[in-house]
């Protein structure tokens, strides 16, 4: 039975141009399932699910929202509405691939759905904003942007081109047959960043040498994103949470900032996790220009011409203590929290240029005084970087795992 490419889009607006993918993509030998979330016009051609449904799915009354009064409304209902459908479609197997296409109304809606998907489902977006910064449309899925060049109005010279690429890119990711892992071992997520790289490199041979593969994410705010993404989608068995620094980036307004739910993901999917204040010495921003000036007066260290970093002070590390006790609290399985104290990064080690054992100290206090008296909390005598630090949390997640 021939796969099947979900397309969606407003047809009243735009229909001339799903009807040309829509063509393009059954002569390649794939089936369509066209999905219209226009509210406006008649649609240019029957879809396969109608507005109405979207709509009713999303909450909304579409005689409302046709009248044009309340656009903003009518684009939460129909995103909402839309998620709802693609969710659905997937779940039944009606759904090997999604193909969106328009301007930032269409993409918004349109990506909103896409991002209800698991990670590897092929998702294409033909898009006006394609060649711009998309994060807010991608989150930490899998979104393959195409920039339209032209808008997304009308069939011409150039959109022809870029429509039919479109067209093939999400044909090819669905017919591709992806292959077989072999051997498939059991997934384990860690977090890095350069100041603990020594630390997580070693902690993840043991975790590898135990039988597991383990996916390190870099903790750059999107990293850690998608990480925790990962783990809420049920692809993880335990968590080695060696660097939540981007916790400090919340606190200070850094660059690198993941939320403030920031390391709760594990925790409350109730699978085996290690908590590690690592690297939360530091907050991270721009080249030395772009450090706000209420901290210029602080210890600022240039890890290279794009890459500030800010020493964070006491009051910041109560903070961050506070933070990751309350993510530790709200564990529904496992979970140990390790404190390194001689330092929690590269920087902040004896002698070097983030060494503040006072700072330290009130995430460490913070720590104590908020956890759950159930969780195990373990203070090594060393730094992060460390060996003996390495392989203590390797061995605690593996003792995790085993209970």
């Not at 109405?52 to 939460?76: F, P, W």
């Not at 197997?93 to 296409?101: C, H, S, T, V």
């Not at 061995?395 to 795992?401: A, D, E, I, Q």
Request: glycine share 12%; with cysteine; hydrophobic share 40%.
């Amino acid at each position: 039975m021939a796969k099947t490419v979900v397309i969606v889009g407003a047809l009243d607006t735009k229909g001339k141009e799903f009807a040309y993918v829509k063509d393009l993509i059954e002569k390649d030998g794939l089936q369509t399932l066209v999905v219209d979330f226009g509210v406006m016009g008649s649609p240019e051609f029957a879809p396969d699910v109608p507005r109405s449904e979207v709509a009713r799915l999303g909450g909304g009354d579409l005689s409302v929202l046709s009248n044009g009064q309340h656009k903003d409304e009518a684009m939460k209902v129909m995103a909402a509405g839309l998620r709802a459908v693609v969710s659905q479609l997937y779940a039944d197997g009606k759904l090997d691939g999604i193909l969106g296409m328009g301007g930032s109304g269409g993409t918004s809606i349109a990506t909103t759905a896409m991002r209800a998907l698991p990670v590897g489902v092929p998702k294409v977006m033909v898009s006006t904003v394609g060649g711009g910064d998309v994060s807010a449309y991608t989150g930490s899925k899998d979104i393959t942007f195409i920039p339209s060049i032209v808008d997304v109005a009308g069939l011409n010279s150039i959109s022809r081109v870029i429509f039919a690429n479109g067209a093939g890119a999400i044909a090819g990711m669905v017919r591709l047959e992806k292959p077989e892992a072999a051997g498939e071992k059991p997934l384990v997520t860690a977090s890095m960043f350069g100041n603990t790289t020594q630390c997580v490199d070693r902690a993840r041979k043991v975790v590898e040498d135990a039988g597991y593969e383990v996916l390190v994410f870099h903790a750059t705010g999107t990293g850690g994103k998608t990480m925790e993404s990962l783990v809420t989608d049920g692809y993880a068995v335990a968590m080695l949470d060696i660097t939540t620094t981007e916790l400090a980036d919340e606190v200070c307004g850094g660059v690198f900032s993941a939320g403030p739910e920031r390391g709760t993901a594990a925790p409350r999917k109730g699978i085996p996790t290690v908590l590690v204040p690592g690297c939360v010495d530091m907050a991270n921003f721009g080249g030395i220009d772009t450090v706000p000036e209420k901290y210029k007066g602080r210890k600022l260290y240039e890890w290279n011409p794009n890459v500030t970093l800010l020493r964070t002070n006491v009051e910041e590390n109560r903070k961050m203590g506070e933070m990751l006790a309350a993510a530790a609290n709200a564990a529904q399985g496992p979970v140990a929290v390790i404190l390194p104290l001689k330092g929690v990064s590269m920087l902040d080690s004896q002698g070097n240029q983030f060494w503040d054992p006072e700072a330290d100290g009130a995430c460490y206090d913070a720590i104590r005084k908020n956890l759950r008296p159930d969780i195990e909390l373990i203070e090594s005598d060393a730094n992060v970087n460390d060996p003996e630090f390495a392989d203590l949390c390797a061995h605690t997640l593996l003792s995790l795992l085993q209970k």
